[in-house]
T-cell receptor, first 114, second 111 residues
């Protein structure tokens, strides 16, 4: 059974629209994250949360807003979508929010903005 | 910022051979994690190390415990199912819980 569920697996969106990427983890972890993998680039850190509080934000644009309704949920709302937002978005979690943590990644949401 | 340099960027192996992948860090890192990304795009964790070495079957990873500036992943007796892209990612106390990823090694194992 997948320990981190990301929905949807694939998403096509029109430029200017808004989408929400869903992430739920069933590992009992206290920290959750979002990473982005664009074509021909390493995975890039976007956000980290610990006990539903934002800990770190390295996303330049306010169009990306994480939302944590429950401890094991961290959704990602993206507004005013642009073609450059096309990427695979990975959710991850770890037991604690520290550099010593072992991460588990979800299978990703592949977003295409046309 | 912190950088993770991964080498080689691509590697082709015959079945049954051995090889090693390497990650160099531009600064001292606290931990390293190795992942394999399969053809469906899923990231599978292989090893997490805060120091020393770990082994799992034909895979073995080491993290330089002294200066904490590099890590290696050894693949022994490569099999077709080992094909994929391997990423290392490192954590640094100065960067919170953020992992910095290397650019990946695309491994192809041929019969």
């Amino acid at each position: 059974d997948p320990k981190i569920i990301q929905k949807p697996k694939y998403l096509v969106a029109v430029t200017g629209s808004e989408k929400i990427l869903i992430c739920e983890q069933y590992l009992g972890h206290n920290a959750m994250y979002w990473y982005r993998q664009s074509a021909k680039k390493p995975l890039e850190f976007m956000f980290s949360y610990s006990y539903q509080k934002l800990m770190d934000n390295q996303t330049a644009s306010s169009r990306f807003q994480p939302q944590s309704s429950k401890k094991n949920h961290l959704d990602l709302q993206i507004t005013a979508l642009k073609p450059d937002d096309s990427a695979t978005y990975f959710c991850a979690s770890s037991q604690d929010h520290s550099a010593n943590s072992d991460y588990t990644f979800g299978s990703g949401t592949r977003l295409l903005v046309i | 910022g912190d950088q993770v340099e991964q080498s080689p960027s691509a590697l082709s192996l015959h079945e049954g051979t051995d090889s090693a992948l390497r990650c160099n860090f531009t600064t001292t890192m606290r931990s390293v994690q190795w992942f394999r990304q399969n053809s469906r795009g899923s990231l599978i964790s292989l090893f997490y190390l805060a120091s020393g070495t770990k082994e799992n079957g034909r895979l073995k990873s080491a993290f330089d415990s002294k200066e904490r500036r590099y890590s290696t992943l050894h693949i022994r007796d490569a099999q077709l199912e080992d094909s994929g892209t391997y990423f290392c990612a490192a954590g640094n106390n100065n960067a919170g819980a953020k992992l910095t990823f290397g650019g990946g090694t695309r491994l192809t194992v041929r019969p």
